[in-house]
């Protein structure tokens, strides 16, 4: 079932599933070469508070350095959303595509509420899709500016999370992708009568369906980072699993907060379609960090 389901994946995923991986190849060689840079051989028998190599740097040149890469990665994002706008066209099908058979069946229309909506939807879906396109570079700059502050088993540590963060960002994406639709549809054949004397027109509004697929699909994508995250801060020691399992009824409050904030209607139903995968997440997250941090003690 699972192989059937992935050979049937349209061309576009797989498309997005080799950009990924060859991005996450990119990624990784730079940051190779940026570790290569960073790293001073001479001083075999250092001392000090920081890592290796490190130069001390005031405040005002930590802002600086994080405005030049806020910069970057909002640039980065401008450019990518610049394509989502040329391809809009083919994005709009591609998020129409997994309801086609629910509103053929049902006699369902897409529509607009007004002659402004249009542009706007098409300025957010192109904001939503660079985003995700951008993913990639903007993770970059990121590990760029906190890659001077690292050790270097840190820095090791961080580039074996390089490829997994692109995949979970692609899987976040790509299970919002049929994760929305599939909801909807089910609700939709759930609640239409069987019967009715008069005509039932279903009215798929443009904005409230197409804005929020492709909203939440970005929101996804960044919200499956959190296993990631989490590990890595449990790696500097920031975080521990007994302090994550301590506060598990507040994470769950704030995921749920986050997904009634994100969904745009008020039915617990979507609620709970999006905020579960992200509970699973964050007890996965708790495994994890009690691995990571088992390890180190194991070496130590």
Avoid at 90 to 115: C, E, H, T, Y
Wanted: net charge positive.
């Amino acid at each position: 079932m699972i192989i059937q389901k992935v050979t049937n994946l349209p061309k576009w995923a797989w498309w997005l599933a080799a950009g990924i991986a060859f991005v996450a190849l990119a990624v990784t060689a730079s940051l190779l070469v940026l570790k290569r840079q960073k790293t001073v051989p001479e001083e075999p028998e250092w001392e000090g508070e920081g890592p290796p190599g490190d130069r001390e740097m005031s405040f005002f040149e930590h802002l600086e350095e994080l405005r030049i890469r806020l910069l970057r990665a909002i640039f980065y994002w401008l450019v990518a959303s610049g394509v989502g706008w040329h391809f809009y066209d083919r994005i709009w099908k591609i998020l129409l595509d997994p309801i086609v058979p629910a509103m053929k069946q049902f006699g369902g229309q897409v529509a607009v509420q007004s002659i402004f909506e249009p542009i706007m939807l098409k300025l957010q879906i192109s904001l939503a899709s660079g985003l995700i396109l951008a993913f990639p570079l903007i993770l970059y700059e990121i590990l760029a500016f906190i890659w001077p502050a690292l050790y270097p088993h840190e820095k090791a540590f961080a580039l074996k999370l390089v490829p997994a963060s692109l995949l979970l960002f692609a899987s976040g994406v790509l299970l919002c992708y049929y994760l929305i639709p599939f909801a909807a549809i089910t609700m939709l054949r759930m609640g239409m009568p069987g019967s009715s004397p008069i005509e039932v027109v279903v009215l798929n509004f443009a904005r409230l369906y197409m804005w929020t697929l492709a909203k939440v699909m970005a929101v996804f994508g960044l919200t499956f980072q959190m296993p990631l995250v989490l590990m890595f801060l449990g790696k500097l020691g920031i975080v521990s699993a007994k302090s994550l399992l301590r506060f598990w009824r507040h994470a769950v409050v704030a995921i749920f907060a986050l997904a009634a904030i994100v969904t745009p209607t008020v039915d617990p139903i979507n609620m709970s379609l999006l905020a579960g995968p992200l509970v699973g997440l964050y007890f996965l997250s708790v495994f994890l960090v009690a691995l990571t941090q088992r390890d180190q003690r194991e070496i130590t």
